[in-house]
């Protein structure tokens, strides 16, 4: 899409519990990549602390920024725009990496551009995959969303389906939680359900009104919810690793089913997958043998860049920028942004 001068981004991204700070050339070639994680700090409450995590991005991001600059050996005056998260997330997280945004764009008179956590983790897939084109349709699968997407150009999505309570992730964490194997509980019950059978419980497979792309995951979670309420009055041990086998199961089934649904329903070849949940073992399996078996072609990011990373912002970046988009410096944090929305 770039045929004359390389375009260089600085993204940032501080919507959750990771600072972040990366370049990227040409929205596909990543120079640098540096997260400053704060699981640790969080893992003690059992989930991500608003105020404890606005904090930590203030502490984290100048050496954050620097350090991207360092191992990208690129200095401010090489930069062609600066890219920022600016929704969705949580609000005080959010308005740290934004601050700092828009002081730099102003210090350093380069251009803002704003940029949606979710068109952040889709744009992963080109830096994963340096051909990969839209149109495709696009399960995006993450801590706070769940959506199927038809991708029919850069910037131009059509939401197919979405969550109806919890996202995948948000179900993952509390199930884990209430199995006692703490924050965050994806990477955690993909582990252990490695060691488990997935058949020993049938939990429920929601896939609601005939023909619906949207998920609900809360009748699930509760299920799994009761049956280890129900397993504890009766005194009767639970295994983990079962329980942790057969929740993935479902989840599993439920999300590649509706993708595989959503892309014949949009006549496309190509599938692509994005955000932290995609970074799940049995998920990329199994969409990798539907896919197959469908004639689609499966892209997914490596898992490092399905969790939150900045990589990804400074590529949504790239393709915002070179279509024209420029946030001033009134850019406001909104933690409900939705896609497509300005
Ligand atoms: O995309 P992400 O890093 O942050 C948000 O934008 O929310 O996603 C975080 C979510 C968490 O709920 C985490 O438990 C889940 O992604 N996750 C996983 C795996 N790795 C992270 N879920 C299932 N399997 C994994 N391997
Ligand atoms: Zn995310």
Known sequence: MNSGKDIFILGIESSCDETAAAVVKNGREVLSNVI???????????????????????????????????DAEMDFNRLDAIAVTYGPGL???????????????????????????????????????????PPYVALVVSGGHSHLLYVE???????????????????YDKVARAIGMGYPGGPKIDA?????????????????????????????KSAVLNYLNKE??????????????????AVVEVLSQKTIAAARLMGVSKVAMAGGVSANSALRAEME????????????????????????????GYYEFILGARGGLDLNANPNLKLGER
């Open 232 to 249: 504890k009055m009766l005194n009767r041990e639970v295994n983990a690793n079962d329980v942790a086998a057969s929740f993935q199961k």
């Open 289 to 316: 043998k539907l896919c197959g078996e469908n004639g689609f072609s499966l892209n997914v990011p490596p898992p490092v860049y399905c969790t939150d990373n900045a990589a990804m912002i400074g590529s949504a």
């Open 153 to 171: 150009d850069y910037g131009k999505y059509r939401i197919l389906g979405r969550t109806r309570d919890d996202a995948a992730g948000e179900a």
């Open 192 to 220: 252990a359900a490695k060691l488990g059978n997935p058949h020993a419980i049938e939990f429920p497979r929601v896939f609601l009104d005939d023909g619906s792309l949207d998920f609900s995951f809360s009748g699930l």
């Open 91 to 133: 609000v005080g997280a959010l308005l740290v990496g934004l601050s700092e945004a828009k002081a730099l764009a102003y210090a350093i008179n380069k251009p803002l551009v704003g940029v949606n956590h979710i068109e952040g983790h889709i744009c992963a897939n080109y830096i994963a995959d340096r051909n990969f084109e």
């Open 36 to 70: 400053s994680s704060q699981i640790d700090v969080h893992t003690k409450f059992g989930g991500v602390v608003p105020e404890i995590a606005s904090r930590k991005h203030i502490e984290n991001i100048d050496w954050v920024i620097d350090k991207a600059l360092a």
